[in-house]
């Protein structure tokens, strides 16, 4: 995977999830990188559950 600055210094304009993954498939660091996809995950299923209650709130 090919960025722009190549992560810039420090890995400051990667997200997490191209973070994930050059640590998964670029360092083979596997256990590393799959935590790091399961705390995006969780971060998402909150924000969704968050917006899916005011939602419906709403309605």
């Known amino acids: 995977m090919q960025q ?7 890995h400051m ?5 191209t ?3 050059s640590m998964t498939f ?3 660091e596997y256990g590393y990188g799959m935590s790091i996809a ?3 995950f969780l971060i998402s299923l909150g924000i969704t ?9 709403r309605g």
Do not use: A, H
């Open 38 to 40: 399961t705390v995006t």
């Open 26 to 28: 670029q360092s083979s």
């Open 4 to 10: 722009t600055t190549g992560g810039g210094p420090n």
């Open 49 to 57: 559950g968050i917006y899916f209650l005011f939602s419906k709130k």
């Open 13 to 17: 304009s990667e997200t997490l999830v």
């Open 19 to 21: 973070y994930s993954y």
